[in-house]
C-alpha cells in the first residue's frame, strides 16, 4: 500500500486549503484512514480519521474547521482545512490503517501566516 499526499503550501489565516492523498496498491474500502501532523519540535499528532464504514473522528482543535472525507471510487481521502490560523503550520501525513499494519505516506508541508 501507498500513499501519496499533496496540497500543501503557504496560505494566510483565516485561509482554507485541502489536502488529498490518494492510495495506491489496494481499495480503500475496509481501510481506516487518517491525517496527522507534525509541527517542528513536536510530536506528530492524529488530526482526523475517518473509519472503513465512513465515521469521522477529530482532534478537539480542529472540530468545526476541517473536514476529513473519503472516495472509494478515486482511492483518495481528503482533509478539507477551513479557518486555518498559524498553529495548524504543519507538516501532514496521511495513513492507512488495516489489520493492525499501518501505512504512511510522505508529508506535505502546510505553513499557515499571520
Known amino acids: 500500500v501507498q500513499l501519496q499526499a499533496s496540497g500543501g503550501g503557504l496560505v494566510q489565516a483565516g485561509d482554507s486549503r485541502r489536502l488529498s492523498c490518494v492510495v495506491s496498491g489496494r481499495t480503500l474500502n475496509d481501510l481506516s484512514l487518517g491525517w496527522f501532523r507534525q509541527a517542528s519540535g513536536k510530536q506528530r499528532e492524529l488530526v482526523a480519521q475517518i473509519s472503513s464504514g465512513g465515521t469521522p473522528n477529530y482532534q478537539d482543535s480542529v472540530k468545526g474547521r476541517f473536514t476529513i472525507s473519503r472516495d472509494n471510487a478515486k482511492n483518495t481521502v481528503y482533509l478539507q482545512m477551513n479557518s486555518l490560523k498559524p498553529e495548524d503550520t504543519a507538516v501532514y501525513f496521511c495513513?492507512?490503517?488495516?489489520?493492525?499494519?499501518?501505512?504512511w505516506g510522505q508529508g506535505t508541508l502546510v505553513t499557515v501566516s499571520s
Open positions: 495513513n492507512a490503517l488495516r489489520l493492525g499494519s499501518v501505512y
